[in-house]
């Protein structure tokens, strides 16, 4: 893992920027080339892949290792992704959440958790399934013994896909996969559940034909949207400096107060769960330790609050436009973290991935065309599970910047049960490799 043509954060995210600013100005063209290139393919996708393409070639990397004056290797890592998901995406579910109407949120109905739940239940068998039918090839592929056996590494992934990287930690405390390994298990994470990304973000571009092939009632979601549509002109403004910087303050002030009260929670709920006597409950309430965790649920709890005051008025002065941009730039910084030749690093390890994710995503287009739910709700309800609060409201808020908070509050459950299912999910999967 050598260092890449550029390691200066400053240029690299120089470099992100211009192909933000590439991918809109040719978006925006109404005719030509571009015009049909973007009929087929979303904006939001190629801002996706082209930092990913730069990554595979080289020119950038999400991590590298040097070699220092002293023969040691030494790792280093860009903080773009940490700052974007850190101090970005909180402000941005901030601003998009000012004009909020919770009302027109729970009219959504049940369909909303229905395919979440199904995402859910897609992860927990298709771990197993995918073992069953990679070992009727590969054997190999799928053993193992002891600590080093292939279903404990695939716990971890189990964790990740249904809740998010605190409960990714705890399946690894908790069926102690051997962390010389634990390497490959993280990178067919990344490799995979970026690519089932890039084929929901395609996706977007072509919902109002999935939904018709679906028979699906987006009544509820287009009344969410004309709510907000006819709130926004209500009260649009041309918006002058004075309004961005307090949409500003109040975007990274929430965020302020977010890192200020994640921490004492996260070490409160720490020590309570530490003090716990059975260690698979200790295990299960992990994620309540995670400051990223307490981060995206108290940004979101304010800025819900914060819509029932006159804050929300400046969506009229473009809130969730600011947020967009932000959003945009953590979209730049999750593609920069995909690296296209690692899917041939270990092509066992990936297919499982694939075939797993596969599998979820199969039962997710099987029960949408059974309840006739729109593919918002597929796709936001499989990034809920498999990509967490950092992805779950960049999908959302493709379909329409008020439906981000959907997919944070469907992502912050999926902590709260990510542990649970990846327990049972593991459980199937050491039977399966044992059949």
């Avoid at 991590?63 to 974007?84: D, F, H, P």
């Avoid at 403004?237 to 977010?258: E, S």
Wanted: glycine share 10%; with cysteine; net charge positive.
């Amino acid at each position: 893992m050598g260092a890449p043509l550029f390691t200066n954060d400053a240029i690299v995210f120089g470099i992100l920027m211009i192909s933000l600013g590439f991918v809109f100005y040719t978006e925006s063209k109404t005719s030509g080339f571009w015009h049909k290139f973007y009929k087929i393919v979303p904006g939001l996708f190629m801002a996706y892949f082209i930092p990913a393409i730069f990554t595979t070639l080289g020119v950038i990397s999400p991590e590298w290792e040097i070699t220092n004056t002293a023969g040691e290797v030494v790792k280093n890592e860009s903080q773009l992704y940490y700052v974007s998901s850190r101090f970005l995406l909180p402000a941005a579910l901030v601003l998009m959440t000012l004009s909020i109407d919770l009302k027109a949120i729970f009219n959504l109905g049940s369909k909303a958790l229905i395919m979440f739940f199904t995402g859910t239940v897609g992860i927990i068998i298709g771990g197993p399934l995918a073992i069953l039918l990679i070992s009727i090839f590969s054997p190999k592929t799928v053993g193992g013994s002891g600590f080093d056996a292939v279903w404990r590494g695939l716990s971890t992934l189990a964790g990740s896909w249904i809740g998010g990287g605190a409960n990714q930690t705890a399946m690894l405390e908790i069926y102690q996969y051997n962390p010389a390994k634990y390497g490959g298990m993280v990178i067919v994470d990344i490799v995979v559940a970026n690519i089932w990304m890039a084929i929901l973000l395609i996706g977007i571009g072509k919902k109002d034909k999935i939904d018709k092939w679906l028979k699906a009632d987006n009544s509820a979601i287009e009344d969410l949207k004309e709510r907000v549509s006819k709130f926004t002109l209500s009260v649009k403004k041309n918006p002058t400096l004075t309004d961005f910087m307090i949409m500003l303050a109040i975007g990274f002030g929430t965020v302020g107060f977010g890192h200020f009260t994640s921490k004492f929670l996260a070490d409160f709920f720490s020590n309570i769960v530490a003090n716990i006597s059975s260690q698979t409950w200790r295990n299960i309430f992990s994620f309540l330790g995670s400051s990223f965790f307490w981060l995206i649920s108290i940004s979101t709890i304010v800025a819900i609050l914060l819509s029932f005051t006159k804050a929300k008025n400046y969506e009229g002065a473009g809130a969730s436009k600011l947020g967009s941009v932000f959003i945009y730039i953590l979209v730049a910084t999750i593609g920069m973290k995909m690296d296209l030749n690692q899917a041939f690093e270990n092509p066992g390890l990936i297919a499982i991935g694939l075939v797993w994710m596969s599998i979820h995503a199969g039962l997710l287009i099987l029960v949408a065309k059974l309840i006739r739910a729109p593919y918002f709700f597929l796709a936001v309800g499989s990034q809920a599970n498999v990509g967490g609060a950092a992805s779950a409201p960049i999908v959302a808020q493709a379909f329409h910047p008020s439906l981000a908070t959907v997919g944070v509050l469907l992502a912050v459950f999926g902590y709260a049960i990510g542990t649970v299912g990846a327990i049972v999910c593991t459980i199937l999967m050491e039977i399966a490799s044992k059949v």
